[in-house]
């Protein structure tokens, strides 16, 4: 009866392991992410490696001349360094900072984590402004 307890003990402890675990952020600090677009934003491609972020996008620029406003498309590629506080929180600074507001950390948090995204909370430098989002696994 004790071997027959103990196989079960064994087998309930193998079975109920996973090398993913569904609460567990630690599979989103490396690979590549997509977050949609938005109302105000293209859809944003995010490669992440060891310390550093990647960011592909599109940017929509207006051109307007005496007469005639046209839109035009711009791809742009931002490096960010990722510096992860916890499994729940991240810091982001860009890499060269075109601006003084680049130059500002970006405080991210995790709020809820799923098998394939997470979502977040994210704040630039230290203002009170917060932004939501969602970042979905691709690779």
Not at 57 to 77: G, R
Not at 92 to 104: A, G, N
Not at 105 to 130: C, H, M, N, W
């Amino acid at each position: 009866m004790k071997t027959i307890l103990s196989l079960f003990a064994t087998l309930f402890f193998f079975l109920s392991c996973s090398t993913e675990k569904k609460g567990d952020p630690t599979r989103f600090k490396q690979g590549v992410f997509e977050i949609p677009a938005g109302e105000s934003y293209s859809k944003t491609i995010i490669t992440r490696k060891d310390s550093l972020q990647i960011e592909q996008y599109t940017k929509i620029i207006s051109i307007s001349t005496d007469s005639l406003v046209t839109q035009k498309e711009e791809k742009h590629i931002d490096t960010l360094y990722i510096k992860w506080k916890n499994n729940f929180a991240y810091t982001l600074r860009m890499k060269s900072p075109k601006t003084d507001l680049d130059k500002d950390p970006i405080f991210v948090q995790i709020t809820k984590v799923t098998d394939s995204l997470y979502e977040f909370t994210a704040r630039v430098g230290y203002s009170k402004f917060k932004q939501k989002g969602t970042v979905y696994k691709v690779k």
